[in-house]
């Protein structure tokens, strides 16, 4: 039998985790959407689309700041100066924008923030197209960190991972039929005015449109063909 | 065979983590102590016996802050009117002092930390004594969280707990060999100018010096008589 938990949410502002909201919302009692802010180049882009769509819902939204990942953390995606590359996600390229172990520090801290508030659960938007990469998006990684925080909380807080059998595409075609509005949504590494079109993230994005057959409603700076696809790699 | 490892050492300023702070510099290559400060009522006191501990041996110290856990979190460790219970740790009186998660929260970062400065190791000073009912101390959360940590960095970042099979007696006594002054120690979770002798932390310290059969160095406000063992719960 499905049962309605007190939820808390994880929403960058990206278009997986702002239909994890919208789904969320539907589905649970989502008592807090939780941002963090790590001092990435797209934080500032994203952030603000993730509060838009929690006033839209009504849900009361927070954001963590971690200033000291930016401080003392090495990552591409944290300094300034820092080039981040185009195309396809790829083991060469990518491995710079690693942030180390951030997906176990988020989900650490809103572990601790859902047993403080009495939620039940916690949503993650991850999906099977994470990258392999990196290696705390991988599912072995994700079980053990669930079991960490099950067993580490009175409440044994549970991660609910709602997409983690869709595609990219599959949950902008889920988003869309629950209204969510994808132009208020960001994706881009640079985090500039506009989405670039041209890095890992955008091409992911415009893919995604494509491929659920949806009209893409974002503006590019460039939009250069969608690169060939690499041969999938297994998350697993 | 034994192999020293580029490790980082989570010091609190404890008896506890001072003594593996020392007990790493020996064993391993300590490249960072990393002391975390989360506005709980002692850290003020904590933190500066953990800056003169690592200058004494040169090794670098690094203190995160965690504003975000004293906005947020609910404890009374953290929320500066809530009292501290005297005695000994006990299920009613001691759950009021949990900060949500905590243990997984500071190795999260202190394990994305050993990756961004290439530690291949974190040290932690669990030991045999750690309280069943903190469920981020028990000993199924610490192996999820070990797993979690090492399947989710490149490196396959390990944590260490060269103590675990140790009673805070038998860590007094390794540390008192070690050349550790536990003069510059804290454990109060009072967080007075003295430490208080009463709570549960004062006597778990002042039990260990004396099962260790070692002159107890700590002013304490009142030296009441150590009240009497609880029966031995299982931290399994």
Known sequence: MFVRKKVVVLVSGGMDSVAALYDAHREH??????SFDYGSKHNHREIPFAAWHCQKLGVPHRVIALGFMG???????LKPGGAIPDGHYEEQSMKQ?????????LL??????AESIEAQGLVIAAHAGDHAIYPDCREDFMRAMADAIRLGTY???????????LTKAQIAGHGHRL????????SCY???DLHCGTCGTCVERREAF??????????YVAQTPLPPRPTPVSTG
């Not at 924008?97 to 520090?105: A, D, E, M, S």
């Not at 807080?157 to 997409?163: D, G, H, N």
């Open 29 to 34: 009692q989502v008592v807090v959407a939780l």
């Open 71 to 77: 401080e003392l953390f090495k990552s591409d995606l």
């Open 97 to 105: 924008t690693v942030v180390p172990f951030r997906n176990g520090i």
């Open 108 to 113: 650490s801290i809103a572990g601790g923030y």
């Open 155 to 165: 409440a044994r807080v549970e991660i609910l991972r709602p997409f983690i059998h």
């Open 179 to 186: 209204g969510v509005d994808f132009s208020r949504t960001w």
């Open 190 to 192: 640079k985090g500039g």
């Open 210 to 219: 494509q491929e659920a057959r949806l009209a893409d409603p974002t503006s």
